[in-house]
């Protein structure tokens, strides 16, 4: 589909229904669905708002995503599921994970931890019978009204590889099981069965939401300052894993984003080698340098950099405002080197005046 020319009547807002609530946004040329499809393919239309543009769908069936205190569908929709403080819940192996309201999230009961080495996982470990969860019934909840034909519907799986490990170990265990010569083929085995059981997960998870489009797995590889292991470890470890899991997501027609806390900037020849299609670096990284070395090859989600604060942005005047935006999209919105729009800046689109300027330009420099 070629890209038409940017028409103003495009800025004309109305009604849109989202996050639960009918909110104003733009006369789009084309559906939501469309657009986020086109960022993935390289040919985008404008500036796509990773996470937003597309349909969060996070199931209640999935056991992790209630124990990750994180439930978006059709039940939530009105915001997601709410979890009263302290509210303790298993996920799919076991594991009690304890809501903490004050940051938002859930965390491992602290203490003893569910295994203390990985050596133990084949005696402790219950696979999860996949097959009783509630499939059908999240599909009468889910299709047609929540997964639509105009959205891109984005599955979020809460533990990845990594995250399991420190799930089932402990943050140090689990660190220590990856570097140590005597605990890496009891990772490996570990690592190659949970990744039948998450395939499995997804082609089940196909099944029943035909509407599936993406995926955004979430496993943190570092820390404020550093990834958590070298990029060697890494591919030993992990890589070989997420890349069967991507190939049988690509094989199903899902596009691949991959959700991945801390400054991993090392790590990002790991995400092309694992096969994900798209990443949104937090904002202690430089995502304008990431997007310069690895734009080509992984889709980045860029935020506005070398620019005020959102809040100092706001009391500029307009034309100021407009400038900025202006320069963010000649940055980043370039035909032959497509991005997305970073979730973690969305402070600067609540400033309407850079919103507009932003999908204006990037709409400008996308059709030329």
């Known amino acids: 589909m070629a890209i038409q020319k940017f028409d103003p009547k495009e800025l004309e807002l109305k009604d849109v229904s989202a996050f639960g609530r009918t909110m104003k946004d733009f006369s789009y040329p084309i559906s939501k669905r469309e657009a986020v499809e086109a960022a993935f393919a390289r040919k985008p239309w404008w500036q796509v708002t990773q996470a937003v543009d597309a349909r969060m769908f996070s199931p209640e069936i999935i056991p992790d995503n209630i124990a990750r205190a994180l439930v978006w569908e059709a039940a939530g929709e009105n915001g997601p599921r709410k979890f009263a403080d302290h509210e303790i819940n298993k996920d ?3 594991v009690e994970w304890e809501y903490i309201a004050q940051v938002g999230g859930s965390m491992v009961r602290p203490g003893k931890p569910f295994m203390e080495d990985i050596e133990e996982w084949y005696d402790t470990i219950v696979w999860p019978d996949i097959d009783s969860w509630d499939w059908k019934g999240s599909a009468e909840r889910n299709n047609q009204s929540f997964l639509t034909k105009d959205t891109l519907n984005q599955m979020w799986f809460q533990t990845g590889y990594f995250e399991r490990l420190i799930a089932l170990l402990e943050f140090e265990n689990a660190l220590m099981a990856v570097f140590d010569e005597d605990s890496k083929e009891h990772v490996h085995k570990f690592f190659d069965k949970l990744t039948e059981l998450y395939i499995s997960i997804f082609d089940k998870a ?11 797995f979430h496993d943190d590889w570092g820390s404020q300052k550093a990834p958590f292991f070298s990029p060697a470890v890494c591919e030993e470890m992990i890589v070989p894993y997420m890349k069967r899991l991507t190939d049988f997501l690509h094989g199903k027609g899902i596009f691949c984003e991959i959700h991945s806390c801390g400054n991993n900037y090392q790590q990002i020849p790991n995400y092309i080698k694992a096969g994900w299609d798209a990443w949104a670096p ?9 997007y310069d070395d690895y734009g080509d090859t992984l889709l980045i989600a860029t935020f506005p950099q070398e620019m ?6 706001g009391k500029l005047p307009e034309e100021e405002i407009r400038k900025y935006a202006r320069t963010h999209a000649d940055r980043v919105c370039r035909p032959e080197k497509s991005s997305f729009y970073n979730f973690y800046a969305s402070d600067y689109l609540q400033i309407p005046a850079f919103k507009e300027e932003l999908y204006i330009r990037s709409r400008e420099n996308y059709s030329k």
């Open 282 to 290: 937090q904002l202690m990284n430089d995502s304008y340098k990431i």
């Open 206 to 216: 196909k099944q029943t939401f035909p509407e599936l489009n993406a995926v955004f």
């Open 92 to 94: 799919m192996f076991g």
């Open 308 to 313: 005020p604060t959102a809040e100092e942005l």
